[in-house]
């Protein structure tokens, strides 16, 4: 036993004080003259002996009344046997882990499991010594959640505790647990959740000796559930006028087969597209919408079904950019190219080209087109080299095309700086292309149907070309002998695309063929920087976008959805890439504005975290296994309770107070010297 406020016990002196009252009484006598005491000698003897035992009732009844009283006082408790390590230390930091994620939206005969993890995490501090100190942790992490709190802030913390998108791990909760408890002292680190798979799956990280942990699974109602997991486009690009198809992945987490639930497909807050989607129990089915894009410019889209009763993950949102026009750059070895030329002036609505002989390049800047063709080259500068690599890494895709005769070692630096192969000294004549990869975006909606004998051009020279494997290319088209006509590699942003036969002369067989249309032009189209249709809200996610103008690092920027909300969050940018790092005040799924002071940079789309869409739960045998395994006897489970968890539970961190039993036993005292006083005699 121990006690609060040890120096009361100084007090325990005025036991004393009953002592010398009790010594002076019995030394006290009164004389009484009698005439003959014969009679009265063994009354005397009988009655000393009966006022002797009195007395010393008396005293004891009082020395132990003061004892009482002073203990009372003194606060006397029984030490918390749950040590968290083999020291004597007592258990002065409370932890309390309140799982806020979308499953606990699950019901429960007290209400929701977010309301009943509340009450318990409330029941836990008021069942806690006024002097203990509270850690809180929840999946928002937030900043006045990173520091010591008493019993009335943590109080008020936990009332304004609410659902969150976010979501965290065991491995997150140990590390914020070994970071917020002081080493010097004893802790008790409760975790109130539903035990979601992945919560806590594959945990790799212990907890410090100091620390125990007491994980209590809260059961909820298991609900049926279905959900938008993701989407995307089957062609890479999106252009104006085109026929778009969208993938659309459904998913069932439910026990049960259901038709016809509704899906809807907004583009730009119109509707349009509506499909019915049969999903069977636990089923995940693709389904495909199309609609055309009769805009260009920044899209928003937005996908919905209807569902209950979880509906955070009922709509996905996304976005895409179609370029009005896309700027080509076509830099002649010698003359301009009449057939290239020609074929992208003929699409005014498609395309803006610019033409220039090499060597007067050096007044552009690159950074302002989409697509450079680098046509009929015979040798290339150091210079232009380095301004072609740096486009392709800052998102740029380029073509490159041999003239007749060429400068192989001129020619080869300048592909190797881009690890895209290079040309041996050989030259083949009068060969036939017999082989187009059908399955490369390139060809993609270009042929109706695939015919074994297709009529395919004829090419009068070809550079041997030797690729480089490393690097992985795609051979897009080949000849009969297997020889590479045409290759893409995929740069480091960029696309890089290198012809093996020149344009120019009597090689025009294959200018003239239908082919070499949709070639040209997908290539073109390629170059289109596509930024991701979505990113997920979670703690320290972040937005790639491609930026299409120069953006300086102090530069404010700022996230709004047009209405009230306006965030100003951290970004890097870095070439033409802007990284946005999405701050906790994004917290709910949109299509939001990207701006600066000056100008409209683009749009992003956020969406829930979909790992709390699929009610997957550890089984309490299960978890007990793992935390053992993990913890050793630093952790303890508690699966039965009732609705006054918290109380019950108090008893892992709360001191046992004994002092009214010790009030109790004055006031017997106190009535036993009553009693003594009154009724012996």
């Not at 993950?313 to 950019?321: K, M, T, V, W």
């Not at 450079?372 to 095309?401: A, H």
């Not at 972040?542 to 103008?549: D, K, N």
Request: a negative charge.
């Amino acid at each position: 036993m121990s006690f609060l406020n040890p120096f009361f016990l100084w007090a325990l002196t005025a036991i004393s004080i009953p002592v010398i009252i009790h010594l002076i009484n019995f030394r006290r006598h009164k004389t009484i003259y009698f005439s003959n005491t014969k009679y009265l000698i063994n009354i005397k003897k009988e009655t000393r002996n009966k006022t002797q035992l009195k007395q010393l009732l008396i005293l004891l009844c009082r020395i132990l009344t003061i004892s009482m009283l002073v203990i009372v006082f003194a606060g006397p408790y029984i030490p918390n046997e749950s040590k968290v390590d083999d020291s004597d230390s007592v258990v002065s930091v409370i932890g309390i882990y309140v799982d806020n994620s979308f499953s606990m939206q699950a019901e429960t005969k007290s209400g929701q499991l977010l309301e009943f993890a509340k009450q318990t995490a409330l029941e836990l501090v008021n069942n806690s010594d006024t002097d203990m100190r509270f850690i809180l942790v929840t999946n928002d992490l937030k900043p006045e959640h990173q520091v010591m709190l008493s019993k009335s802030q943590v109080i008020s913390e936990i009332n304004k505790v609410d659902f969150s998108s976010k979501n965290i791990t065991l491995d997150n909760l140990t590390d914020k647990a070994n970071t917020l408890v002081p080493k010097e002292s004893s802790a008790i680190f409760y975790v109130l959740s539903d035990m979601q798979t992945n919560f806590v799956s594959s945990p790799i990280k212990s907890i410090d000796k100091n620390i125990q942990l007491v994980f209590i699974p809260l059961r909820g109602t298991i609900l049926n559930n279905i959900y938008i997991d993701s989407c995307y486009f089957e062609t890479p690009i999106q252009r104006l006028g085109q026929q778009e198809k969208l993938i659309v992945q459904v998913v069932s987490a439910s026990e049960e087969d259901n038709y016809d639930v509704p899906l809807q497909l907004f583009i730009n807050d119109t509707l349009k597209a509506v499909t019915g989607v049969n999903l069977k129990a636990g089923e995940r089915v693709d389904v495909e919408l199309n609609y055309v894009n009769t805009t260009s410019g920044h899209v928003s889209g937005r996908l919905e079904i209807i569902d209950y009763p979880i509906i955070y993950d009922n709509a996905l949102f996304f976005n895409y950019y179609i370029a009005e026009k896309l700027k080509i750059l076509i830099i002649n070895g010698r003359e301009s190219n009449h057939y290239l030329t020609s074929l992208y002036l003929s699409a005014p609505d498609n395309f803006l080209v610019t033409n220039v002989l090499q060597g007067s390049e050096q007044n552009l800047n690159f950074s302002a087109f989409d697509f450079i063709i680098l046509s009929d080259i015979s040798d290339i500068s150091s210079g232009l080299s380095i301004s072609i690599k740096n486009f392709v890494n800052n998102g740029g895709s380029i073509c490159f095309i041999p003239a007749g005769e060429i400068n192989h070692k001129s020619i080869n630096d300048f592909l190797k700086l881009l690890n895209s192969g290079n040309y041996s000294y050989d030259v083949f004549q009068d060969l036939n292309i017999s082989h187009l990869d059908y399955n490369h975006d390139i060809f993609k909606n270009v042929f109706l149907r695939i015919e074994d004998k297709v009529d395919l051009p004829k090419l009068s020279k070809l550079h041997n070309y030797i690729a480089n494997k490393m690097a992985a290319p795609s051979f897009i088209i080949k000849t009969g002998n297997q020889k590479p006509v045409l290759i893409s590699y995929t740069g480091e942003l960029g696309n890089i695309f290198v012809f093996t036969t020149p344009m120019t002369g009597t090689n025009t067989d294959f200018l003239r063929h239908p082919i070499f249309v949709p070639v040209m032009y997908n290539m073109a189209f390629s170059s289109q920087l596509n930024n991701p249709l979505y990113a997920n809200i979670s703690n320290n996610s972040e937005y790639q976008i491609f930026a299409r103008e120069q953006i300086s690092n102090t530069e404010i920027i700022k996230i709004t959805d047009n209405t009230e909300l306006e965030i100003i969050p951290q970004f890097r940018f870095y070439g033409n890439q802007l990284t946005i790092f999405l701050p906790d005040e994004l917290n709910y799924a949109e299509n939001f504005d990207l701006v600066s002071s000056s100008s409209f940079l683009g749009k992003i789309a956020v969406n829930y975290d979909r790992s709390e869409s699929v009610p997957i739960f550890v089984a309490d045998v299960d978890l007990q296994y793992l935390l053992e395994e993990l913890f050793g006897k630093n952790v303890r489970l508690i699966t039965e309770y009732d609705d006054t968890i918290g109380k019950s539970v108090s008893d892992f961190h709360q001191n046992k107070t004994v002092w009214r039993y010790f009030l109790l036993m004055a006031l017997i005292f106190i009535l036993s010297e009553i009693l003594i006083i009154r009724f012996m005699k």
